[in-house]
């Protein structure tokens, strides 16, 4: 029997709110318990900073001009993560053999190989005295792939787990995601904007962060005509062919909803992932009616949003309906990264991010 790991998994998704904790047992293969879950959120100065400073990110060269200001940040995020490793071993007497420390993105470009994610793996592995494995997307872009999505190889291990033949998971994040399994094939891909833009709009015209469970979008009124036109530009910009595909938040903006009430523009806002979400079912040419169909991330919450998708496809299920906690669907699946990166196993394929071969990732520092 191969041996087993305990693993802290760490993860900021693109809303920047706070920072999901997930201790996991696994072999890095098909053995794997969930252990803890928690969240914590972001102080409100640090939420502040980074959408400001992700705001002012419009080309890789403001990484360069921002670079002080980037590296204050990052010590700042780096000690905030310190904290909630300690905050989440203080209740457990396990004692943690890895850290995967995903970072916070603030800038993401695959065609120039560049995947900005804030976060000091050295500093976080020197306080809390524990391996740190962090940097998990630049090997992959290194060899030519999207350097997203990561967590198919998780899914994978889930699929087999709970015997799902054939599934497409889909993470409902800022950015959407795909994977499907089927025959022991694994095909992956982002494949538009999940939550970003609703959230970007609600923070924009009210003071809240977002539009909880979708009161908001569904009191508004869906301004077809604008969407309808909106949806085919989506498609004729982004051109799926059955390849892997990665996005960062700034490929998408809101001028088309720009004119609209705050109601109105949730509404078409929501339509408009909806269908992108409802159309990207079937990115992996593989029929939605022949398969189970499951739902993670934060935007399976937003119930009008779920409704708009089951009225186009209606065999959709929660990750939850199998026992899992689907917010923390990712900081558990970097945990079971980090174990695979230091067994030096393959966390992304041709089939995921559209990388030559195999390819492990994750830089691996031992205090």
């Not at 939605?288 to 186009?312: A, D, E, P, Q, T």
């Amino acid at each position: 029997m191969s041996k087993s790991f305990y693993s802290l998994g760490l993860m900021s998704g693109t809303s920047m709110d706070g920072v999901d904790a997930s201790i996991i047992q696994s072999d890095g293969e098909n053995n794997y318990k969930a252990i803890k879950d928690k969240y914590f959120a972001y102080p409100k100065y640090i939420h502040v900073d980074l959408i400001n400073i992700r705001n002012q990110i419009k080309h890789p060269k403001d990484l360069k001009k921002l670079s002080k200001k980037l590296k204050f940040l990052e010590k700042k995020i780096t000690l905030f993560h310190f904290k909630v490793v300690k905050e989440t071993l203080k209740s457990t007497k396990i004692n943690i053999d890895l850290l995967g420390f995903h970072g916070q993105t603030i800038y993401h470009n695959a065609k120039k190989k560049i995947s900005k994610q804030l976060g000091d793996g050295r500093l976080l592995s020197k306080l809390a005295k524990k391996k740190v494995i962090y940097n998990f997307r630049m090997k992959d872009l290194k060899n030519d792939g999207q350097g997203a999505p990561l967590v198919p190889i998780f899914h994978k291990m889930l699929e087999k787990k709970f015997n799902l033949k054939p599934v497409s998971f889909i993470n409902i994040g800022g950015i959407v995601n795909i994977t499907t399994i089927s025959n022991n094939n694994l095909f992956a891909s982002d494949i538009g904007p999940g939550m970003c833009l609703i959230d970007k709009w609600i923070r924009l015209k009210s003071k809240k962060k977002f539009d909880r469970g979708g009161r908001i979008a569904r009191s508004g009124k869906i301004k077809n005509k604008i969407l309808n036109k909106e949806v085919k530009n989506f498609y004729k910009k982004y051109i799926f062919n059955n390849k892997p595909k990665s996005f960062d938040t700034k490929d998408f903006d809101l001028s088309f909803v720009k004119d609209f009430s705050l109601k109105d523009g949730t509404a078409t806002l929501v339509e408009y992932t909806a269908k992108i979400i409802s159309k990207g079912l079937y990115s992996d040419l593989i029929s939605s009616k022949k398969k189970i169909i499951i739902l993670c991330g934060g935007g399976r919450k937003n119930k009008f949003l779920i409704s708009r998708i089951k009225k186009k496809n209606n065999n959709i299920k929660f990750i939850d309906d199998y026992g899992l906690n689907g917010d923390f669907i990712e900081s558990q699946a970097f945990a079971y990264l980090a174990i695979r990166s230091y067994l030096n196993k393959p966390i992304s394929f041709p089939k995921t991010t559209g990388v030559k071969k195999p390819c492990s990732g994750g830089v691996i520092v031992k205090y």
